[in-house]
């Protein structure tokens, strides 16, 4: 039953199936509902590196190494487990440089250098065509065998066809319309194709089915398991040697270096860097990728072995390509399902690999060789050009479609030849030349530009020398001396043994020759040469990509609205303001109005530098992220975002709280200060005044004394009037002095109180009978009208007693000579009791009535009157009565007399007496 | 942050334990050509060897995780 027909329409739908996929991840990814955002599709997109090489060629390489065909997968598996360290530093770099291939990254790690990146581009489409090549054979042989069904014929046996019968120029024409469609059906600033992703996660899982498939029906179906396999293949010649080490399945030597070259493979194979580090979505997938991606491969390789010995034992020697095995059992087997589903298995690791590949080369050869080179052709005039998105999506068309037909050329001219058969490690050896310049320069600040480019060149000619020419010679493309003899016949210049080394098998020869060099030249250059301040700044920023956190835009992908971005960043500035900035940035640009502004990465930095500016730089990521169509960060970022504003938060706040409570104490400060400084006046003020009126009756009694001291004959009754005056101005010096110290204890409220509740009526008796010989000898009649009943205030007796004793001095003092009068009269308030000392003396001039209850103020004329009081009694009988809570005031006019009155509040008397007297209580 | 160093400690240990197993001698002491219930005893090693450090991984990662 032939199966022509099914085969295409399979075929076709399976592409269809991939497209479908690529079209509805691209739209869910529009909606910013991605699909690809799970470390599973993560890992199993990386599950690319698995090629028809591994779908057909490991059960190839089984049959004749055994299991040599391992140290191709160990090494990854290895290598996976520093993916952590290595693979997650290479993306934090990329993503806040915005990195989008491998020429990319080595290009600006050395200062953005053109020629370097141009030379890695080169590097890697020189290495990858081959590989391309077997990928485009192993689909349209696997198609001319499964086309011939149920017959298992190998094709191209000394038949040559034209191009136009040949499928893999149809394999390589359909394959790049379809990575065209997959890759660039828009320019897209992240250079992300999360359709693509998709696709290559479910072409992934196809590929893993069908061998799966395979293996459990060989294993299980024609035998009864892996030890019945085993036991039957042990009746084949030499298999022993494939099940152990030493022959045809490899020394020690070259499975380490087998292992040590497929783990730089895995790091630095174009399409892996483009799945595992530009395609990333969240740095955090790559710790599950860490042990899904050797389970893959472990899944995927585990039936080799069984397959490889169904096929020996069932097809005699010679008949069948080992290659096929895969397809061909199922066929032999007559299973056409299950060969369909191999055929499509192989298919999609095919497929898988070209589409990635390709689109990581076309974006290598755009960005790092043909815009470079167009750019710097004045003639083009395209560095004026404002948009040059089209051009750029038409390079990397033609570059697809380049770099796929350069696949077909060299896969039709070296045929059946040496050249492909192992030209899956030839690509490896060529990839492993980036290692030096990449590693060296994530982790190592001294590498340089002129070392990166020696030791890439060196590495790249070293590799061509003895790798490539010799698969050409092998091929035939070059005389076989070259390879036997060397070139013009120089032994020592052999390319597989060079400088007589010998031992050791190609691949491995040749890797110590180039990688020695490489990393030679590399380190070599770099000691001795110096750094440019660019390379500089680059170097540190990649080797300290963990420690250089949040810098700008680093964490950014996505797109934005440079409307929403304005508006945003006006929320925040003023419209004003803000447009004026944007205006300002749009002309930096050579642009003529922000509106001409493109909504990219620099465009949100500056954005998010002018709101750092005003809400805080944290801030400003996160305020951003809410108009910028930003792919969703994770957890950790989040978390880290909100930790450093927390702590950016808590900081200011504390800072704005110690400046808050610094005003506050700089404010006290300043009114204390105020205060001091007026204190201090006043104090000068006291003191200028006090020993002003201290010096009068100093004055008067040094002169009486001098008076009595000069003239001894003076008559008696003389000298009895001047000792009478001395005496008399020592009793008022004296008074005067106690009352300055007894006014400054009351101001400095140092004063001792001895307050009890009072009958103030008695007090006034008191203070009637202590001055009753004054009155007398003024004969001035004093007369109390006081109430019957007085309730008790709360005052000190002896200080109370002071203020009527001051009040009716002065009464007596200032009444009227010949009738002198003088009232005292108590008025029960509602809240205060009021006492009135009322005189009939001339009265107090209106202007005055303020002043004699400031110190040494007294009323009348200073100058010409003898002062007749020491000016404090008042202001000193103030102080207390406004301590007890009262007031003190006097009402007089002219002539009318004055009546000085003082309240001393109920109340709080009351209420003070009650506690007075539980206190008295208690003290009891 | 501390966790993440430790997990990339533990990581590398992993890594150098796979180096040591599948280099030599670890290799050599497998190399003799027996059997393990019938499945030689190379290819039962080097797929043991690797299931271990798979699951060494899957214990490094998804432990620290938490």
């Not at chain 1, 010409?864 to 007089?892: A, D, M, N, Y």
């Amino acid at each position: 039953m032939p199966l022509g027909g099914l085969i295409l329409l399979t075929s076709c739908a399976y592409l269809g199936i991939l497209f479908a996929i690529a079209y509805w991840g691209d739209k869910r990814a529009d909606a910013g509902r991605s699909i690809i955002a799970n470390p599973y599709i993560y890992a199993l997109s990386l599950a690319v590196y698995a090629t028809s090489w591994t779908f057909y060629g490991s059960v190839g390489r089984a049959a004749v190494s055994g299991v040599g065909f391992l140290p191709i997968y160990l090494g990854p598996t290895l290598m996976a487990a520093l993916f952590w360290l290595v693979l997650r530093k290479m993306i934090r770099i990329s993503k806040a440089n915005r990195i989008t291939s491998i020429a990319d990254f080595i290009a600006a790690r050395y200062g953005k250098s053109a020629l370097l990146g141009g030379l890695v581009t080169l590097i890697a489409v020189v290495g990858v065509i081959p590989y391309i090549a077997l990928q485009l054979k192993a689909v349209s042989s696997s198609f001319l065998i499964l086309w011939q069904y149920p017959t298992i014929r190998m094709p191209n046996q000394g038949e040559v066809l034209g191009p136009l019968q040949d499928t893999a120029l149809y394999v390589a024409l359909l394959l790049a319309i379809f990575t065209i469609l997959f890759g660039t059906r828009h320019l897209d600033a992240t250079e992300r194709h999360e359709g693509m992703v998709a696709a290559i996660a479910f072409e992934s899982l196809v590929k893993l089915l069908a061998f799966l498939a395979v293996g459990l029906y060989v294993t299980f179906g024609l035998y009864h398991g892996f030890a019945d396999v085993f036991e039957q293949a042990a009746r084949l010649p030499d298999v022993d040697q494939l099940l152990t080490l030493g022959g045809p399945a490899g020394t020690y030597g070259s499975w380490v270096s087998l292992i040590f070259l497929s783990m730089l493979s895995i790091l630095f194979l174009p399409r892996q860097f483009q799945i595992s580090v530009v395609e990333n979505v969240n740095e955090n997938h790559v710790a599950k990728a860490i042990w899904l991606f050797p389970l893959y491969l472990l899944a995927i390789n585990i039936f080799v072995l069984p397959i490889t010995f169904a096929g020996l034992m069932h097809f005699p020697a010679g008949t069948v390509d080992a290659d096929t095995f895969v397809l061909t059992l199922p066929m032999a087997l007559r299973q056409e399902w299950l060969a369909l589903l191999v055929f499509i298995g192989g298919l999609s690791a095919a497929t898988g690999m070209v589409i990635v590949e390709t689109i990581a080369l076309s974006t290598m050869i755009c960005n790092d060789l043909a815009m470079p080179l167009l750019l710097r052709w004045k003639a083009l005039g395209l560095a004026q050009r404002t948009d040059l998105s089209g051009l750029l999506l038409g390079i990397r068309r033609g570059a697809i479609l380049l770099l796929m037909l350069l696949g077909y050329v060299y896969y039709r001219a070296a045929g059946e030849a040496y050249a492909l058969v192992s030209i899956g490690l030839v690509s490896f050896a060529a990839v492993a030349q980036f290692a030096p310049a990449m590693l060296g320069g994530m982790y190592w600040k001294q590498g340089t530009r002129a070392g990166a480019l020696s030791g890439l060149s060196l590495g790249f000619l070293l590799w061509l020398y003895t790798l490539l020419l010799p698969a050409f010679a092998k091929s035939g493309w070059l005389p076989l001396s070259f390879i036997e003899q060397g070139p013009l016949a120089i032994a020592w210049l052999k390319p597989l043994a060079l400088f007589g080394l010998a031992g050791l098998d190609e691949i491995g020869h040749s890797l110590f020759w180039s990688l020695l060099a490489n990393l030679g030249a590399y380190v070599g250059v770099s000691l001795f040469g110096r750094q440019s301040s660019r390379e500089h700044a680059q170097a540190l920023l990649f080797v300290d990509a963990f420690k250089v956190a949040g810098r700008g835009s680093s964490l950014w992908r996505g797109s934005a609205s440079v409307t929403e971005v304005i508006a945003l960043v006006g929320r925040f500035l003023g419209p004003a303001r803000a447009s004026e900035a944007f205006a300002g940035y749009a002309a930096q640009r050579g642009l003529a109005s922000s509106a001409e502004l493109v909504p990219d990465a620099d465009l949100v930095h500056f954005a998010e530098q002018q709101l750092a500016g005003a809400i805080g730089a944290a801030s400003a990521r996160v305020m951003l992220a809410s108009v910028v169509q930003e792919e969703p960060l994770g957890m950790d970022e989040v978390l880290g975002i909100l930790d450093e504003a927390s702590q950016v938060i808590a900081y200011s706040r504390r800072l704005e709280q110690q400046s808050h409570e610094l005003e506050t104490a700089t404010g006290e400060l300043r009114a204390a200060n105020a205060r001091l400084q007026e204190l201090d006046r006043l104090k000068d003020d006291f003191i200028s005044t006090v020993t002003h009126e201290l010096r009068t009756p100093l004055t008067s009694i040094r002169a009486f004394s001098e008076i009595l001291n000069d003239n001894p004959e003076l008559d008696p009754a003389q000298r009895a009037r001047f000792v009478a005056i001395i005496v008399k101005e020592s009793e008022r010096l004296t008074r005067m002095i106690n009352q300055v110290l007894d006014l400054a204890k009351l101001e400095s409220g140092r004063a001792e109180w001895h307050t009890t509740a009072l009958d103030l009526k008695e007090v006034i008796e008191d203070a009637q009978a202590t001055t009753s010989q004054l009155l007398q000898e003024q004969g001035v009649e004093l007369r109390l009208e006081l109430p019957a009943q007085i309730p008790p205030v709360l005052a000190d007796r002896d200080r109370l007693l002071q203020v009527l004793l001051n009040l009716i001095s002065n009464a007596v003092k200032f009444c009227d000579r010949e009738a002198g009068r003088i009232g005292i009269a108590v008025q029960v308030l509602p809240e205060a009791l009021r006492v009135d000392v009322r005189d009939n003396g001339a009265g107090i001039d209106p202007a005055d009535q303020q002043t004699i209850f400031e110190k040494f103020r007294q009323a009348g004329d200073n100058l010409t009157e003898k002062p007749q009081g020491t000016g404090l009694g008042l202001p000193i009988s103030r102080q207390i009565i406004e301590h007890f809570g009262g007031r003190l005031w006097v009402q007089s006019a002219r002539g009318q007399g004055a009546t000085f009155s003082f309240t001393l509040p109920l109340g709080q008397a009351n209420a003070a007496a009650t506690d007075a007297g539980r206190e008295t209580e208690y003290g009891v | 942050m501390a966790n993440r160093t430790l997990r990339a400690q533990r990581l590398v240990a992993v890594f150098m334990l796979g180096c040591l197993l599948f280099s030599y001698p670890l290799l050599a002491l497998f190399d003799s050509g027996g059997e393990v219930f019938g499945i030689p005893l190379l290819f039962a090693y080097l797929f043991g060897a690797w299931a271990l450090l798979i699951v060494a991984m899957i214990l490094v990662v998804e432990r620290s995780t938490r």
